[in-house]
C-alpha cells in the first residue's frame, strides 16, 4: 500500500526555521521525483518545490526567493524541505507529493507563522 508520512512543522516566528519531512513506502521512492506543495486557507494548492530522480534537479516557485532547500535520501525513502527566513504568508498546510506534478499525496503537516 503506497504511503506518505509527514512530520515536522508547527509554529514559528517570523524569520524562523523549520524542517518538514516526508517518508514514503509501498513504492520504489528511487524511481521518482518528489513534490512538496502547501495550501492557504481559502487559497489553492500550489507548487513550492519539486526535486527530480536522485536529486539531478530542482525547481522552486518564484515565491521562495532562496528561502526554502528541497533534498531527498534514497536511503531512507524520506524527502525534505528545509523552510528559512519564514514570513507569516508562508503558513499553509504543506504536502508532499509524488511525481513531478504530484499524483498521490502526504496527509499534510500545518505550518504557522506568527509572533
Known amino acids: 500500500q503506497m504511503q506518505l508520512v509527514q512530520s515536522g512543522g508547527g509554529l514559528v516566528r517570523p524569520g524562523g526555521s523549520l524542517t518538514l519531512s516526508c517518508t514514503g513506502s509501498g513504492f520504489t521512492f528511487s524511481h521518482n521525483a518528489m513534490s512538496w506543495y502547501r495550501q492557504a486557507p481559502g487559497k489553492d494548492r500550489e507548487l513550492v518545490a519539486r526535486?527530480?530522480?536522485?536529486?539531478?534537479?530542482?525547481h522552486y516557485a518564484d515565491f521562495v526567493n532562496d528561502r526554502f532547500t528541497i533534498s531527498r535520501d534514497d536511503a531512507k525513502k524520506t524527502v525534505y524541505l528545509e523552510l528559512s527566513s519564514l514570513k507569516p504568508e508562508d503558513t499553509a498546510v504543506y504536502y508532499c507529493?509524488?511525481?513531478?506534478?504530484?499524483?498521490?499525496w502526504g496527509q499534510g503537516t500545518q505550518v504557522t507563522v506568527a509572533s
Open positions: 526535486i527530480a530522480v536522485a536529486g539531478s534537479s530542482t
Open positions: 507529493g509524488i511525481g513531478w506534478s504530484a499524483w498521490y
